[in-house]
């Protein structure tokens, strides 16, 4: 196979004559094609089959250990000016960017197939979604890719008939960290990524396209780009509000998008349309409307279970990728929490001893197709998208951020995602469980400066009655002991329903300082073993706590400058002022 499109051809045989291959595949996305790479991947041992009896079409892939999450101290994005970066990226001048990575490429691609991949972000038919095309020398980004976008001829049809799409070019290099790069050229649609395989690094729909060169390009045409799973929830009645929410990696995206409702909420569904990222476009009447880009899910493994997430536990019971997960003894995947069965093998191929740490990494994913989910929405396919009633940031405190309130406008909300913060997890290496400000959840993942991105954010507010609600939630509220005061999981419907209760008017709230907070009475805790002093402790605001966090948000916020909008410094303002007056 080869394109008629010669801008695209073109960039393939330049890769080729710096990379030097022995072979180039073009990847149709079949079924054939899928089945002869994972062969080839299980004969040289980058794959193994698990146990096909209780797993079917289930494989594992264990990592380079020093590869086992994303590198934001690697992950660059090189605008023309430094400015358009901003303070919360990393910054290289392009020309120094392409040179220092590209002689990392030079015959990266020795010995190796070249694979190239036509993708399309979003439905096929939607003039939402956007393109892409990945270069790579692993069979295990193509058979990932596969899962995660829709990828191979119709994609390819529909980059040559457009001819718009994202250069994406990867390779694993030797994943040397010393030689790891992870480099977005929002400006010029590319992306190069080299020494990682893993896959917030290597599948390059994902969080380089779908989100940091997504951002930037959404801004220049007036849309979001979003770090946001979409779900649908449908009541009794069967009405169903879609809710976009945004919570930092590994907080209960996934777990939330697919939440099963609680034995008290007889009549309820669940429908997921995606897990991760949001696309939100304005439609004609001015309403918001979201498409998940991404087609499957690459979501942590440790945790899931029967109770936490059993549409998940389900779904990766059948053709699913596992990465670093443990082995028990008859070669069923295992992971920490899993409830059942023993490791024997952890996720570095040794033989399990607790003494070295967990069996499965804390970071190890699965990645499997949306298809396989039981609550999966068939809207999801749809191109128009659905209408989002509300916006939801969230993050993980032990303390201050109450479970849920609402802010009081459009304005409010903005600079309520703007100021999420949450502490850090293994999804990134690092330190993990420090509090860090992570705006809309996009810290790691926006393409451009932060300042702009709000001004960006607050030029929707012009036709607010369409809007969405803006609503934080924290579903991480400890006690002095360290337990959590609110049960999460499927209960987390007992704060979804208020907040679509709210969307309707029907719902009651209190004005406080820092926004709208539901009385205790206001949500439904029958059938729930939680104490009054514990819904008060949920659902009140500490006034001495919140000065303090409003001090530093302002510092924070005014980081960035003159690019800081008035309007966002303006609303801080009022909530100090707000806070002041509370006593
Ligand atoms: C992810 C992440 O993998 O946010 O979704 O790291
Ligand atoms: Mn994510």
Same mark, same amino acid.
């Given at each position: 196979?080869?394109?008629?499109?010669?801008?695209?051809?073109?960039?393939?045989?330049?890769?080729?004559?710096?990379?030097?291959?022995?072979?180039?595949?073009?990847?149709?996305?079949?079924?054939?094609?899928?089945?002869?790479?994972?062969?080839?991947?299980?004969?040289?041992?980058?794959?193994?089959?698990?146990?096909?009896?209780? !797993? $079917?079409?289930?494989?594992?892939?264990? @990592?380079?250990? =020093?590869?086992?999450?994303?590198?934001?101290? #690697?992950?660059?994005? &090189?605008?023309?000016?430094?400015?358009?970066?901003?303070?919360?990226?990393?910054?290289?001048?392009?020309?120094?960017?392409?040179?220092?990575?590209?002689?990392?490429?030079?015959?990266?691609?020795?010995?190796?197939?070249?694979?190239?991949?036509?993708?399309?972000?979003?439905?096929?038919?939607?003039?939402?979604?956007?393109?892409?095309?990945?270069?790579?020398?692993?069979?295990?980004?193509?058979?990932?890719?596969?899962?995660?976008?829709?990828?191979?001829?119709?994609?390819?049809?529909?980059?040559?008939?457009?001819?718009?799409?994202?250069?994406?070019?990867?390779?694993?290099?030797?994943?040397?960290?010393?030689?790891?790069?992870?480099?977005? !050229? $929002?400006?010029?649609?590319?992306?190069? @990524?080299?020494? =990682?395989?893993?896959?917030?690094?290597?599948? #390059?729909?994902?969080? &380089?396209?779908?989100?940091?060169?997504?951002?930037?390009?959404?801004?220049?045409?007036?849309?979001?780009?979003?770090?946001?799973?979409?779900?649908?929830?449908?009541?009794?009645?069967?009405?169903?509000?879609?809710?976009?929410?945004?919570?930092?990696?590994?907080?209960?995206?996934?777990?939330?998008?697919?939440?099963?409702?609680?034995?008290?909420?007889?009549?309820?569904?669940?429908?997921?349309?995606?897990?991760?990222?949001?696309?939100?476009?304005?439609?004609?009447?001015?309403?918001?409307?979201?498409?998940?880009?991404?087609?499957?899910?690459?979501?942590?493994?440790?945790?899931?279970?029967?109770?936490?997430?059993?549409?998940?536990?389900?779904?990766?019971?059948?053709?699913?990728?596992?990465?670093?997960?443990?082995?028990?003894?008859?070669?069923?995947?295992?992971?920490?929490?899993?409830?059942?069965?023993?490791?024997?093998?952890?996720?570095?191929?040794?033989?399990?001893?607790?003494?070295?740490?967990?069996?499965?990494?804390?970071?190890?994913?699965?990645?499997?197709?949306?298809?396989?989910?039981?609550?999966?929405?068939?809207?999801?396919?749809?191109?128009?998208?659905?209408?989002?009633?509300?916006?939801?940031?969230?993050?993980?405190?032990?303390?201050?951020?109450?479970?849920?309130?609402?802010?009081?406008?459009?304005?409010?909300?903005?600079?309520?995602?703007?100021?999420?913060?949450?502490?850090?997890?293994?999804?990134?290496?690092?330190?993990?469980?420090?509090?860090?400000?992570?705006?809309?959840?996009?810290?790691?993942?926006?393409?451009?400066?932060?300042?702009?991105?709000?001004?960006?954010?607050?030029?929707?507010?012009?036709?607010?009655?369409?809007?969405?609600?803006?609503?934080?939630?924290?579903?991480?509220?400890?006690?002095?002991?360290?337990?959590?005061?609110?049960?999460?999981?499927?209960?987390?419907?007992?704060?979804?329903?208020?907040?679509?209760?709210?969307?309707?008017?029907?719902?009651?709230?209190?004005?406080?300082?820092?926004?709208?907070?539901?009385?205790?009475?206001?949500?439904?805790?029958?059938?729930?073993?939680?104490?009054?002093?514990?819904?008060?402790?949920?659902?009140?605001?500490?006034?001495?706590?919140?000065?303090?966090?409003?001090?530093?948000?302002?510092?924070?916020?005014?980081?960035?400058?003159?690019?800081?909008?008035?309007?966002?410094?303006?609303?801080?303002?009022?909530?100090?002022?707000?806070?002041?007056?509370?006593?």
């Amino acid at each position: 196979m080869t394109t008629t499109l010669s801008e695209l051809q073109e960039w393939v045989d330049s890769v080729a004559a710096r990379t030097q291959p022995d072979n180039i595949h073009w990847c149709d996305g079949g079924e054939a094609e899928n089945q002869s790479l994972i062969e080839a991947m299980c004969e040289s041992g980058v794959l193994s089959p698990l146990n096909q009896e209780k !797993f $079917p079409d289930c494989y594992l892939h264990l @990592s380079d250990p =020093s590869d086992v999450a994303r590198v934001e101290h #690697l992950t660059f994005v &090189c605008t023309s000016n430094q400015d358009d970066a901003g303070p919360n990226n990393n910054w290289m001048a392009p020309a120094d960017a392409h040179e220092k990575i590209d002689a990392l490429f030079d015959g990266a691609m020795k010995g190796r197939t070249m694979y190239v991949i036509p993708y399309c972000m979003g439905p096929i038919k939607s003039p939402y979604a956007r393109l892409g095309v990945e270069i790579t020398d692993s069979p295990y980004v193509v058979v990932n890719m596969r899962l995660m976008t829709r990828m191979g001829a119709d994609a390819l049809k529909r980059i040559e008939k457009e001819g718009v799409f994202v250069k994406g070019l990867h390779s694993t290099g030797d994943l040397d960290p010393e030689r790891r790069f992870i480099m977005h !050229f $929002p400006e010029e649609l590319s992306i190069k @990524s080299i020494g =990682s395989g893993y896959g917030g690094n290597a599948l #390059l729909g994902k969080k &380089c396209h779908a989100l940091r060169i997504a951002s930037y390009q959404a801004r220049t045409e007036g849309w979001l780009a979003e770090h946001m799973l979409i779900v649908g929830i449908e009541n009794p009645h069967g009405e169903v509000h879609y809710v976009a929410c945004a919570f930092p990696s590994a907080c209960g995206k996934t777990n939330l998008a697919m939440l099963i409702p609680p034995e008290s909420h007889k009549g309820w569904r669940i429908w997921t349309l995606g897990d991760d990222i949001a696309w939100l476009h304005k439609d004609e009447g001015g309403k918001l409307r979201a498409i998940n880009p991404e087609a499957g899910y690459f979501g942590v493994v440790p945790g899931t279970n029967e109770k936490t997430n059993k549409n998940a536990y389900d779904m990766i019971h059948g053709e699913t990728i596992f990465t670093n997960v443990a082995t028990t003894e008859d070669n069923e995947p295992w992971w920490e929490d899993k409830k059942t069965g023993e490791p024997s093998t952890d996720w570095q191929g040794r033989d399990y001893d607790p003494e070295s740490g967990p069996a499965a990494h804390p970071n190890s994913r699965f990645t499997v197709s949306a298809t396989r989910n039981k609550s999966y929405s068939l809207l999801a396919d749809a191109p128009e998208g659905v209408p989002i009633s509300a916006i939801v940031f969230g993050g993980r405190r032990k303390e201050l951020a109450p479970l849920v309130y609402e802010a009081k406008d459009w304005n409010h909300g903005v600079l309520v995602g703007a100021s999420v913060a949450s502490e850090t997890t293994a999804a990134n290496i690092g330190e993990v469980g420090v509090v860090r400000r992570d705006p809309m959840a996009m810290k790691p993942f926006c393409g451009y400066n932060f300042a702009d991105y709000w001004s960006h954010w607050l030029t929707f507010a012009d036709n607010e009655r369409r809007l969405p609600r803006i609503f934080h939630v924290n579903w991480f509220r400890q006690d002095n002991d360290g337990k959590f005061l609110w049960p999460g999981f499927g209960e987390n419907l007992r704060v979804l329903r208020w907040i679509m209760e709210r969307c309707e008017d029907r719902a009651e709230a209190r004005e406080t300082p820092i926004g709208f907070l539901p009385k205790p009475s206001d949500i439904d805790t029958s059938g729930l073993d939680i104490a009054d002093e514990t819904m008060d402790a949920l659902l009140s605001v500490n006034v001495e706590q919140w000065r303090e966090e409003m001090d530093s948000v302002g510092e924070y916020l005014e980081s960035y400058g003159d690019r800081l909008p008035e309007i966002l410094r303006q609303e801080h303002a009022a909530i100090v002022e707000n806070l002041k007056k509370a006593g």
